[in-house]
């Protein structure tokens, strides 16, 4: 395998992955190309080292186990910086000049959202995404269908948040965001859940992001006079507001977002200052496959899987890669169709790895069904293109993020019945 870099148009840099496969090198569309596009800079990308080496996992396993249609795979992955132009332009360089069948992304759903209606639906291209959660992108019908998710909507985040702050007693709570699609869209589920369940919010103040200060929206935050924060945005500035609101004698109970769950955002603050801090993340059940992956990702990266976008970027990569072999062509109608067939309910169960990746080529080959089972867990997309799963609480102590407890999906499906009826 070799990496090969290049610097891509708004300074966004690229990355590509070839993997040599013999004489199928040879054969007409070889090699195929399948683009990513993630914050490889910018606000999220603490979080984004482990995402994009799960891609680089799964891609690797995807070419030792027979690649896509008898040929290898080429991932081109470009930085969208957690900038929506920057994002739009990465997604028009790799449709529009590379040309690639299908790609992965990206984490912001602020940066999502434009590439959606810029690109992947007026061109049919099929996009995987492992982290960006709005939930209108599957509900308003701007994606054409084309776009899937291998991670639970915000409403799951928010319903589970609402229901920890609950149980925690939070009262008079301020919630500081961050202004786009994920921010408004969380905010909107938690307010929603909170009125249910006995929380109440204080003042609701949103953040623009990249910012060197954020004292004025936790000045304004702060003079509700609030009990507790809600804290819903990305690591590096999440860093900045705490800080901030601590110095200015914000109280210490704060619930925090999935992406805050990085060790870069509990030293950036000072584990000594967010021991009481708790949040709340997407949870993978257990089971082998979910271990097999964990093994292949700690003895390649020599280090944790742990964190978040980790398992849910190898699963979109996955199930791109079984889809475009099940598809009866590479265009995008036909991967879009075929997305959905990589968890049957009749099918032959596969996972995670080489191995399995190879039996479920061979099965697709012999006309039979699939059922993948991945690192998270079944795989399985509903009318919308999006998932269910169990939730988790995560805590931080002695400077070391851990899981408080985990809420099953029999737990979350009770929990939006009692908030929605």
Known sequence: MKFIR???RGAAIGAALLWAAGAAQAQAGCPVKVGGILPLTGSMAPITKKISQAAELAFE????????????VQ??????????????DAAKYLVEVVKVAAFT??????????????????????????????????LDGRSGGYFFRTIPTSKTQAFATA????RRGFKKTAVIYVNTDFGKDMLGFYRTAAGKLGGDIAVEVPYNDNQPSYRAEVTRALAAKPESLLLIGFPKDAVTIVREWLSLGGPKRVALNNSM???????????????????MDNAQVAGPHVDAFNKAFEEKFKTDSKGPGVHTQYDAVMVLGL?????????????????????????????????????????IKAGK?????????????DANGDVTGPALVWKITGGKIETDRVISIEEMQQLGRRVER
Do not use: W
């Open 75 to 88: 991932f081109i992955l470009r930085d969208d910086q957690g900038q929506p132009t920057v994002g739009v």
């Open 261 to 279: 769950r990085t060790l870069d955002f509990v030293n950036g603050v000072g584990a000594q200052f967010v021991e009481d801090f708790f949040g």
């Open 163 to 166: 229901s920890e702050t609950a």
């Open 323 to 363: 889809a475009m072999n099940i598809a009866k062509d590479l265009t995008g109608p036909s991967i879009r169709e075929a997305i959905r067939q990589v968890h049957a309910a009749n099918g032959t169960a596969v996972g995670t790895g080489p191995a399995e990746f190879k039996k479920a080529v061979e099965l």
């Open 61 to 72: 396993h995807i070419n030792a186990g027979g690649g896509i249609k008898g040929c290898p």
């Open 105 to 138: 992304g990206t984490i912001s759903s602020g940066v999502t959202g434009p590439i959606i209606s810029a690109v992947t639906a007026p061109s049919k291209v099929v996009q995987v995404t492992c982290c960006s959660t709005a939930s209108p992108f599957t």
């Open 369 to 381: 069904p699939i059922k993948y089972n991945g690192a998270t867990g079944p795989v399985e997309f």
């Open 6 to 8: 290049t610097l891509a």
